[in-house]
Nanobody, 125 residues
Framework: QVQVAESGGGSVHAGGSLRLSCVASTYAYNSNCMGWFRQAPGKEREGVAAVDSAGGLWYSDSVKGRFTISRDKTTATLYLQMNSLKPEDTAEYYC???????????????????WGQGTQVTVSS
């Protein structure tokens, strides 16, 4: 069974940067859809960014222009480069993967079956 594991969270001041990594346990996931989601205390989990099976990149409006998602097929690693961080970006960030996700659902958490344990990102003002 494919597993994914996140790393790279931490605490930064507003305006700072962090890079999250997500390693998939099998090379097969290089051709599938992978995404980053986040959940802040008291809020629902929301889609942040995703890479579809064709390599298309998707972003939520709240992070567009600040976050960049990328995938290294040689190492089966998904990255999320987060720049110009804001206090409202504070959340637990999760990596997710699935063998098939419709393009209209790539930022929907219910479309993914494989999830990591999460990594905390805290942005102070």
């Amino acid at each position: 069974q494919v597993q994914v594991a996140e790393s790279g969270g931490g605490s930064v001041h507003a305006g700072g940067s962090l890079r999250l990594s997500c390693v998939a346990s099998t090379y097969a996931y290089n051709s599938n859809c992978m995404g980053w989601f986040r959940q802040a205390p008291g809020k629902e989990r929301e889609g942040v960014a995703a890479v579809d099976s064709a390599g298309g990149l998707w972003y939520s409006d709240s992070v567009k222009g600040r976050f960049t998602i990328s995938r290294d097929k040689t190492t089966a690693t998904l990255y999320l480069q987060m720049n110009s961080l804001k206090p409202e970006d504070t959340a637990e960030y999760y990596c997710a993967a699935d063998s098939y996700v419709r393009l209209e659902d790539v930022l929907s958490d219910w479309a993914y079956k494989t999830w990591g344990q999460g990594t905390q990102v805290t942005v102070s003002s």
